[in-house]
C-alpha cells in the first residue's frame, strides 16, 4: 500500500492541525488556526515552501477572523436595536423576552421593508435574505441558487446595510 503523497500542501496542513489540537475551541487562535488550514488547502495558494505556505495562511486567517468579528459585533448591535423594537432572529431569539403580536407584526414588516429594498436592487435579494433568516451559509444559499458565493456575500452585505438603516430610522422615530 502505498501512502499519499506529502506535498508542501499537505503538510503545511499538517502543521497546522497539530497547532489547531494544542489549542483551546473558544480561543481566537483556535478560529484563526481553523481559517488557516481552510486557506492552506485552496488550490489557489500556491507554495513551493511550507514554512512560508503555513506563515502565509496563517496571516491572512488572522486578518479575515479580525474582520469577521468586526462585521459580527456591529451585527449583533445591529439585531439588539432590532430587538429593542421588537424584531426577533431565528439566530438571536433571546434579544426578546416576551411576543406580543404587535411585536410579531413589527417584525414582519421589518422584514418585508428589507425584502422589498433587497428585491428592487438584486434579482436573487429576497431569495439570498430568505437563506439568511433560515441559517444557510453564504455557499448553501449560492448552491442553492446557483450563483457565486461572492454574490451572495455582496447581496447579504447590503441586506445588512438596509437593515441597520432602517432598524436605526425606527428607534429614532
Known amino acids: 500500500m502505498m501512502s499519499p503523497?506529502?506535498?508542501v500542501a499537505f503538510d503545511a496542513v499538517q502543521e497546522l492541525y497539530a497547532r489547531l489540537r494544542t489549542l483551546p475551541e473558544d480561543s481566537v487562535n483556535y478560529a484563526i488556526a481553523e481559517r488557516a488550514i481552510g486557506l492552506?488547502?485552496?488550490?489557489?495558494?500556491?507554495?513551493?515552501?511550507?514554512?512560508?505556505?503555513?506563515?502565509?495562511?496563517?496571516?491572512?486567517?488572522r486578518r479575515s477572523v479580525r474582520r469577521s468579528r468586526v462585521r459580527q459585533e456591529k451585527l449583533l448591535h445591529c439585531l439588539e436595536n432590532l430587538a429593542l423594537v421588537g424584531g426577533r432572529t431565528a439566530a438571536f431569539p433571546g434579544l426578546v423576552d416576551w411576543v406580543t403580536p404587535e411585536s410579531v407584526y413589527a417584525a414582519r414588516e421589518l422584514e418585508a421593508l428589507i425584502r422589498t429594498a433587497i428585491d428592487r436592487e438584486h434579482a436573487q435579494g429576497g431569495a439570498c435574505l430568505t437563506g439568511l433568516l433560515a441559517g444557510e451559509t453564504e455557499q448553501e444559499t449560492a448552491e442553492r441558487l446557483?450563483?457565486?458565493?461572492?454574490?451572495?456575500?455582496?447581496v447579504r452585505r447590503r441586506i445588512r446595510e438596509i437593515t441597520a438603516v432602517l432598524v436605526a430610522?425606527?428607534?429614532e422615530g
Open 5 to 7: 503523497p506529502r506535498g
Open 40 to 61: 492552506a488547502l485552496s488550490p489557489r495558494r500556491g507554495a513551493s515552501n511550507t514554512a512560508f505556505l503555513r506563515h502565509d495562511a496563517w496571516r491572512d486567517a
Open 169 to 171: 430610522d425606527s428607534a
Open 146 to 154: 446557483g450563483v457565486s458565493r461572492s454574490m451572495v456575500s455582496r
